[in-house]
């Protein structure tokens, strides 16, 4: 009986004679092809269609697999799209992934190692190349093919390693090889949607051991490899579709291929944690609202330098507890509401402490019906340091970070800001963010001793824990005058460790966050307002009174900020800050 599968079969038919076949029958032999041959025999796996073969081959191995649905649920049903994995077992992996999308996306082709071709039912799926020898003339056209074929609208699954993944000296562990740059050459090229997934596993410790005496004998052992799958279940992972205009347009293709490499180690499932249960055992309902008529009157009271600034409708004031309690429930009222939409809040009818008896108030107010549309608390260092008298610490942050005495708030006045919101219709609007920052801008006008501000950044638990950790490593400088009292404790993976180390991962937060944010969220749109204003990060901590939501300390120098943002925010005032003296 002829074989159903051989290395003969990938010599042309004109050179066969009976001493290449006895000798390429031996080989089959020793690399376990014979096997293959068996198991593609006894299944009738010959002449089936490629995805009939793929399923029939994944049952003749009885491999499960787990995370398929998930996978496909992000794959774009349409539209030029570049799919990039890990290698680790270097073959099965590319059955697997095939079989999956191609259901999703019928016009998949796959840029897939020249051994493959022992597979000839799975031919129609891809575009062979030689991952060995980046000079082989033969890759020029198939790599020219898969850019057309991209171009022209259609997804390309591609394993950048070219080989599989090898127990790496340097690195101590087993990893991949540098990725080929065609990945962020196509992407780029075609604008196409990047997709970055990541399967699950290894190959045999036999495999590892050969590898590491010539690296030849990975690619002899593949065979046998592919047969150690059977009776196991392989685990897809995928992160969500990237649009090719996320990337930075000044990356170039080594760095991009970098970066997409550890968006597909990204969402490996042991680089996953999940955020503690809910402390909140049951929301209770808010207080009513305080009457628009209420806020008003207490605002008649003022005197006219609390009030800030006007722009058309609203006005932005400041004042303290004592001049406004009504207007301070009315805020901590809103604090709650809003918070409870990012599963920040405290779970009571609002949200206050005795802090906002003594901090400073800054909010903004619909002047037609005494609405309050968000607001911002102020701790003045000087001021809270001369009422504390020696009791409890007088700032509020203290109870999530320990301050030491050279932190800036025992050193200089300064101002602690937090508790920040806006209501939802205008969350969405610049038009908010900006009042809060030119009443800022507008109060240290007034009081000029303030240089510098610090608080934090609430990152939401809504983001996912990866993006929480990435963003800490990529943009904290540790220093010993501040640290958390509870840490967050997830560090990233060792391989973006190792991306760090060569790349400012500051500069590529967006995408990767595109990459694991189901919704696409980037990072929070006050946190890169203060990334302009040339803000320093101490440290990332979790606040375990707000529900443990992971808060980003960081300091502003403002009078260091730069001119078009000091002249946006001070306007008038912005010279005579910058060149305030003390006296």
């Given at each position: 009986?002829?074989?159903?599968?051989?290395?003969?079969?990938?010599?042309?038919?004109?050179?066969?004679?009976?001493?290449?076949?006895?000798?390429?029958?031996?080989?089959?032999?020793?690399?376990?092809?014979?096997?293959?041959?068996?198991?593609?025999?006894?299944?009738?796996?010959?002449?089936?269609?490629?995805?009939?073969?793929?399923?029939?081959?994944?049952?003749?191995?009885?491999?499960?697999?787990?995370?398929?649905?998930?996978?496909?649920?992000?794959?774009?049903?349409?539209?030029?799209?570049?799919?990039?994995?890990?290698?680790?077992?270097?073959?099965?992996?590319?059955?697997?992934?095939?079989?999956?999308?191609?259901?999703?996306?019928?016009?998949?082709k796959v840029l897939a190692n020249q051994g493959l071709q022992l597979f000839s039912e799975l031919n129609d799926y891809f575009i062979f190349t030689n991952p060995l020898s980046e000079r082989d003339p033969k890759n020029g056209p198939s790599l020219r093919a898969s850019l057309r074929h991209v171009k022209q609208g259609g997804a390309l699954l591609i394993f950048p390693a070219g080989r599989v993944s090898y127990y790496q000296a340097d690195k101590k562990r087993i990893s991949e090889h540098q990725w080929n740059r065609?990945?962020?050459?196509?992407?780029?090229?075609?604008?196409?949607?990047?997709?970055?997934?990541?399967?699950?596993?290894?190959?045999?410790?036999?495999?590892?051991?050969?590898?590491?005496?010539?690296?030849?004998?990975?690619?002899?052992?593949?065979?046998?490899?592919?047969?150690?799958?059977?009776?196991?279940?392989?685990?897809?992972?995928?992160?969500?579709?990237?649009?090719?205009?996320?990337?930075?347009?000044?990356?170039?293709?080594?760095?991009?291929?970098?970066?997409?490499?550890?968006?597909?180690?990204?969402?490996?499932?042991?680089?996953?944690?999940?955020?503690?249960?809910?402390?909140?055992?049951?929301?209770?309902?808010?207080?009513?609202?305080?009457?628009?008529?209420?806020?008003?009157?207490?605002?008649?009271?003022?005197?006219?330098?609390?009030?800030?600034?006007?722009?058309?409708?609203?006005?932005?004031?400041?004042?303290?507890?004592?001049?406004?309690?009504?207007?301070?429930?009315?805020?901590?009222?809103?604090?709650?509401?809003?918070?409870?939409?990012?599963?920040?809040?405290?779970?009571?009818?609002?949200?206050?402490?005795?802090?906002?008896?003594?901090?400073?108030?800054?909010?903004?107010?619909?002047?037609?019906?005494?609405?309050?549309?968000?607001?911002?608390?102020?701790?003045?260092?000087?001021?809270?340091?001369?009422?504390?008298?020696?009791?409890?610490?007088?700032?509020?942050?203290?109870?999530?970070?320990?301050?030491?005495?050279?932190?800036?708030?025992?050193?200089?006045?300064?101002?602690?800001?937090?508790?920040?919101?806006?209501?939802?219709?205008?969350?969405?609007?610049?038009?908010?963010?900006?009042?809060?920052?030119?009443?800022?801008?507008?109060?240290?006008?007034?009081?000029?001793?303030?240089?510098?501000?610090?608080?934090?950044?609430?990152?939401?638990?809504?983001?996912?824990?990866?993006?929480?950790?990435?963003?800490?490593?990529?943009?904290?400088?540790?220093?010993?005058?501040?640290?958390?009292?509870?840490?967050?404790?997830?560090?990233?993976?060792?391989?973006?460790?190792?991306?760090?180390?060569?790349?400012?991962?500051?500069?590529?937060?967006?995408?990767?966050?595109?990459?694991?944010?189901?919704?696409?969220?980037?990072?929070?749109?006050?946190?890169?307002?203060?990334?302009?204003?040339?803000?320093?990060?101490?440290?990332?901590?979790?606040?375990?009174?707000?529900?443990?939501?992971?808060?980003?300390?960081?300091?502003?120098?403002?009078?260091?900020?730069?001119?078009?943002?000091?002249?946006?925010?001070?306007?008038?005032?912005?010279?005579?800050?910058?060149?305030?003296?003390?006296?």
């Amino acid at each position: 009986m002829t074989t159903a599968i051989s290395l003969l079969k990938l010599v042309p038919q004109e050179k066969h004679n009976v001493i290449l076949s006895g000798v390429m029958s031996l080989i089959d032999k020793l690399l376990a092809i014979h096997r293959l041959d068996h198991l593609y025999r006894a299944h009738q796996l010959t002449g089936k269609s490629k995805e009939e073969f793929a399923k029939s081959l994944l049952a003749a191995l009885n491999v499960t697999i787990k995370g398929a649905d998930a996978l496909q649920q992000k794959v774009p049903h349409e539209g030029p799209l570049v799919i990039a994995s890990n290698h680790p077992f270097g073959g099965i992996e590319g059955v697997i992934l095939a079989y999956i999308i191609g259901q999703i996306r019928t016009d998949l082709k796959v840029l897939a190692n020249q051994g493959l071709q022992l597979f000839s039912e799975l031919n129609d799926y891809f575009i062979f190349t030689n991952p060995l020898s980046e000079r082989d003339p033969k890759n020029g056209p198939s790599l020219r093919a898969s850019l057309r074929h991209v171009k022209q609208g259609g997804a390309l699954l591609i394993f950048p390693a070219g080989r599989v993944s090898y127990y790496q000296a340097d690195k101590k562990r087993i990893s991949e090889h540098q990725w080929n740059r065609i990945v962020a050459n196509l992407v780029t090229r075609t604008q196409a949607n990047y997709l970055p997934v990541f399967v699950s596993g290894q190959n045999s410790p036999l495999f590892y051991r050969l590898g590491r005496i010539y690296y030849r004998l990975r690619m002899l052992m593949l065979p046998r490899e592919l047969l150690n799958k059977q009776d196991t279940c392989i685990t897809i992972t995928a992160g969500s579709s990237i649009p090719a205009k996320t990337f930075r347009a000044d990356n170039d293709d080594i760095e991009q291929t970098a970066l997409q490499r550890i968006q597909s180690y990204a969402q490996d499932p042991v680089w996953r944690h999940t955020w503690p249960e809910s402390n909140i055992v049951k929301l209770k309902p808010l207080i009513n609202e305080v009457p628009g008529s209420v806020i008003k009157s207490e605002l008649a009271q003022l005197a006219d330098s609390q009030t800030l600034l006007s722009y058309r409708n609203l006005d932005v004031y400041y004042a303290y507890y004592e001049q406004i309690p009504q207007t301070v429930k009315e805020i901590a009222r809103l604090r709650e509401s809003v918070f409870r939409e990012h599963d920040e809040g405290s779970g009571n009818p609002l949200d206050t402490d005795d802090f906002d008896k003594t901090y400073t108030h800054l909010f903004i107010v619909e002047r037609d019906k005494g609405r309050i549309i968000g607001a911002y608390r102020m701790g003045q260092s000087d001021r809270l340091l001369s009422n504390s008298l020696g009791g409890a610490d007088p700032f509020y942050l203290s109870a999530m970070f320990n301050f030491s005495a050279d932190f800036i708030n025992r050193q200089a006045p300064c101002l602690e800001m937090g508790r920040s919101f806006l209501i939802p219709e205008y969350q969405n609007s610049f038009q908010g963010l900006l009042l809060l920052w030119r009443g800022i801008g507008r109060f240290v006008c007034q009081f000029p001793q303030y240089r510098t501000l610090y608080g934090t950044v609430s990152l939401s638990k809504l983001y996912d824990p990866r993006s929480v950790s990435l963003i800490e490593h990529a943009l904290v400088t540790p220093t010993k005058s501040a640290t958390a009292r509870t840490q967050l404790g997830f560090p990233v993976s060792a391989e973006i460790a190792d991306f760090a180390r060569q790349y400012p991962l500051a500069n590529h937060l967006t995408s990767l966050l595109a990459g694991i944010e189901s919704d696409g969220k980037d990072i929070p749109i006050l946190l890169k307002h203060y990334q302009k204003l040339g803000a320093k990060f101490h440290c990332l901590g979790i606040d375990s009174n707000f529900n443990y939501t992971p808060g980003l300390l960081l300091s502003v120098e403002l009078a260091n900020a730069p001119e078009k943002l000091g002249k946006l925010y001070l306007g008038e005032g912005w010279e005579k800050y910058k060149n305030y003296q003390k006296d």
